[in-house]
């Protein structure tokens, strides 16, 4: 079998979709390499910071893998700003729903909040309340969030930092991305109150 026999997908019979299946798991394997080309193309991304968006990526993992971070976190920094290119206004979402199935709970609502955490150091300049972050002052991740801006994510515009090159993350990458998706083990149980963990 070359192609599915249907032109609609409930005309589809139990052969096309295991054929289907079989070709979706080899496209997946090769998820990694285009996370990697994804941040590479981060190098031409938004201009006038002192670094490109890549290193700034690299930096923010760098950061957090000297700041004795585990794998998810340290992937998390790597992969924050990977929506800036397709989600220019909710690009902290994009990333969080790449890596949700993959890491922990924790480290994906961090990344999914980290661009409303992040206005605290620069709204004001714009007549906007820097401070919105704190509707979720009594949220458990909280100050995972706040943390992780400060110290990966704000922190990682220095043209003088000794920011490794993207190959040195791609083992991390892979012990990520190889586990099995939405792992219970991985994953974990979500706070009360969120919606599908990110609310
Ligand atoms: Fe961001
Ligand atoms: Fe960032």
């Known amino acids: 079998m070359k192609q599915v026999t249907f032109t609609q997908m409930k005309d589809g019979t139990a052969e096309d ?3 289907l299946e079989r070709l979706e798991d080899q496209f997946n394997a090769g998820l990694v390499d285009r996370l990697m080309q994804a ?11 002192q670094v490109s968006r890549l290193e700034h990526s690299l930096q923010s993992a760098a950061r957090a893998e000297a700041d004795g971070g585990d ?3 340290v992937v998390a920094a790597l992969l924050h700003d990977l929506g800036d290119e ?18 922990r709970a924790e480290v994906s609502w961090v990344v999914h909040h980290h661009g409303l955490f ?8 714009f007549g906007e ?28 515009f220095d043209p003088d930092y000794p920011t490794p090159p993207l190959e040195h993350f791609e083992p991390a990458l892979r012990r990520v991305f190889s586990r099995t998706p939405f792992d219970p083990e991985v994953v974990g149980e979500e706070p009360e109150g969120s919606v599908a963990g990110l609310a």
């Open 17 to 19: 979709y295991q054929f």
């Open 39 to 49: 941040l590479r193309n981060l190098e031409h991304g938004l201009s006038g910071y």
């Open 71 to 73: 794998d998810d976190l």
């Open 86 to 103: 397709l989600a220019p206004y909710n690009h902290s979402q994009l990333a969080a729903a790449i890596i949700r199935p993959y890491v």
């Open 118 to 125: 992040q206005k605290v150091y620069y709204a004001h300049f």
């Open 129 to 156: 309340d820097p401070n919105e972050r704190e509707r979720y002052r009594d949220h458990p991740w909280y100050q995972k969030c706040v943390d992780f801006c400060e110290r990966y994510d704000q922190a990682a």
